[in-house]
Structure formats: C-alpha cells, structure tokens
C-alpha cells in the first residue's frame, strides 16, 4: 500500500504543476492578449491610439500629437467600412488590378525591402476588408504608420495614386475575391503571405522561393545562396533584422500566439517591425498547417503510435504488478 501512497503524492504534486504552476507563470510573464477574429476593423488600432494619448496626458508631451493620430485611425478605418459596403464591379476591377501587376509580376525584383508577393490567391488568402485598407493606405492597413508617416515611403505607397476613388477600390476588391484560380495548398498560403521575408529551411523556401533540390556545379550553387544573402541583407535593411527562419516556430510558439500576432504583430511585441499581414480566417489556418507541416513532419504518425504505446504500458503494469506479488509472496 505504501507505494500507492507514494504514487498518489507525485500525482498529486505532477498535476498542480501541470495545471496550477506552469500556466500561473506563464500567465504572469506573458499578458494575454485577445484575438479579435480575423476582422480588421481597426478597433485594436484604435485601441492602441488611445492608449498612446493616455500615455501622452501623463507625460504631458505629445498630447495634440496622439491626438490627431486617433482621430487619423478613427477617420481611416470608418472609410474602409463604408467602401466595404459598396457593391464591387468585378469587370471593371479586372482593368483596374492591371496596376497591381505593375509590381506584383513575378519578375522576382525588390522593391523598397521585399519582392511583392504572388497575388494569385490574395482573394481568399487575406481578409476583404483588409485588402481595402490595404489599397487605400498600406501604411495604416499594416499597423506600421509609426515607421512610414508619410504613406507613399511605404513600398506599396503609390498604389493610391493608380486607384483613387472608393468605387475603384471596391472593384478591384471584387476581381480579387471572384477570382478563379488553382486550389490555396498550404504551402501556397505560406508563399504568398510570408516567404517575401522568412526563409523555412525545412520547407526548402527562402525569400527568392523554392531552392532547387540540386545544382549543375559547386559554382551555381553557391551564386544562389549568395543571391539569397543579398536578398537577405535588403530585407534586414527593411526590417531592421533578419525575419528568424519559420521552420520550427510552431513548436515554440502557441497557435493563439501565432494567431494574434499575425492579426496584429504590435500586440505581442509592442515596437516590432513586422507588419500585420492582414489574413483571414481561412488564410491562417493554410499557413498555421503548412507551418505544422515543416515543424513537425512526424504528426500524424506519431498520434496512433502514442495510444499503442499507453496500451503497451498499461498491460505492463499489470505484469509488472502481478510478478511484484508473485515475488514477495513467501517474505510477507
Ligand atoms: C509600387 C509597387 C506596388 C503596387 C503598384 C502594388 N503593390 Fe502590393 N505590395 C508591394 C510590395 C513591395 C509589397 C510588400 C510590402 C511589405 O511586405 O512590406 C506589397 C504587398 C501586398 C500585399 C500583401 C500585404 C500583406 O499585408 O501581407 C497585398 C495583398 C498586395 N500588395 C496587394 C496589392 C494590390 C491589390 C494592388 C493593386 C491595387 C497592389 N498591391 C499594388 C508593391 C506594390
Ligand atoms: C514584411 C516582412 C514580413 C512578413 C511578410 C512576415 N513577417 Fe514575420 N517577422 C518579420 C520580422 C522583421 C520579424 C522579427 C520581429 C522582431 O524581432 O521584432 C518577424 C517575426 C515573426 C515571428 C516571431 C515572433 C516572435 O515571437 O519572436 C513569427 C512567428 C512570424 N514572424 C510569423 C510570420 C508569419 C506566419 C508570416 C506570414 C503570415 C509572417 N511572419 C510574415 C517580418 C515579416
């Protein structure tokens, strides 16, 4: 009986620091932060400008400054939501996406930090709503007007310029999600959405794409991975710092963390350089697998093999018990 007793106590003991110690501190060194689910609807920016004009009263320094800030955010994100409530002319906005494959072309060439990505999928890949703050101002829509004050400094800037009036925003918008193209693979999502400025060694991808599983000579492979290097060193010259390679970052990060961070990059590290990437619901979910895919290859093989083994143990301590008794039988 005395070993009963003593498995009892490290149950017990395992359990309050599964359940109690462990979340306690994470809890305390981690705020949590709420998603808002895949709507972007500015209220976490808003949110955020207000909190600026608190802190700004307290310092007292900046106040007219935050001030007009909230009201910038506030005035943007009503736009987006009246232009969200027009009715898209798909046909027209055909023509009008013209511009957007004045840099989103494929040609694989820098432009102020990152290659513009594929918009093949950005349809369904990012949220409508989004994609409309995007149009009418990239700086705002990204959660990144801190670094880009002036709107056209931002690579994507000029955009404002080629489709101007909400009418044509809603157009475009509508060619975009009408689209028919070939299916959103996870890997796809993944392409389109991070690849500009996170390499996935696992996954074989840097920012220039897929790397070729083999090369002519030692020469050409090494032309490439310093092609990388310098595609690397603008991308850094962008963001301040090097993007960390995603491979296994699902493994080190929860999913509500990847979730919220990516719907709005500042509420997990206040002052990161990485801006919101605007994706929906069904946007995440592709690349949250793909990211699964890279990190943990062995998933869905090991999840039978764990049930085999709790079977496997649990015949053994019956075993183990029964020879136990067998054993002891004549001593006690
Ligand atoms: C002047 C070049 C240029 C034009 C024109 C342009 N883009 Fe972009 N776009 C970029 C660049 C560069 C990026 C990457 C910016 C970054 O990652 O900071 C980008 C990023 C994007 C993204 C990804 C945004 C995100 O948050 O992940 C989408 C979607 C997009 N553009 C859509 C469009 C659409 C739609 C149009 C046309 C209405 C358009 N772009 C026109 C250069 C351009
Ligand atoms: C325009 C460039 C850019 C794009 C696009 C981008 N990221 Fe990032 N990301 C960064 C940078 C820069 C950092 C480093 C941020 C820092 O250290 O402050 C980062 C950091 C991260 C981190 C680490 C956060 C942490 O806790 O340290 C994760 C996770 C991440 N990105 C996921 C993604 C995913 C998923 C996508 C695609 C949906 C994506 N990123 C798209 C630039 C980008």
Known sequence: MKEFKILAVVVFFSLV???????????????????????YDGKADIAEAKVKVEEAKKAKKGVAEADAKLLAKQAFWGEVKQISSLKGDAVAGEAAFGACMGCHNGAGVNMGGVI?????????????????????????????????????MHPMGSVSTMVTTPQDIANVVAYMTTKKVGKLTPKIAYMEACSRCHSNRYGKLTPLGETPVSFKTERDALAHNIKVLDEQDLIKKYMATTPPDLSIMTRARSEHFMETFIENPQSQLPGTSMPRTGLSEKGFEKVYEYLNETGDPSKSARAPLGIAVLIFFGIFTVLAYLWKKHQWHDLH
Not at 124 to 142: E, Q, R, W
């Open 116 to 152: 513009p990505p594929n918009l093949d999928h950005a349809g369904s890949l990012y949220d409508k709503n989004y994609l409309i703050a995007l149009i009418k101002n990239p700086a705002m829509a990204s959660n990144t007007d801190h670094k880009f004050s002036d709107p056209m």
């Open 17 to 39: 620091t599964y359940w109690g110690v462990e979340p306690f501190a994470h809890s305390q060194m981690h705020k949590h932060v709420e998603g808002n689910e895949f709507k």
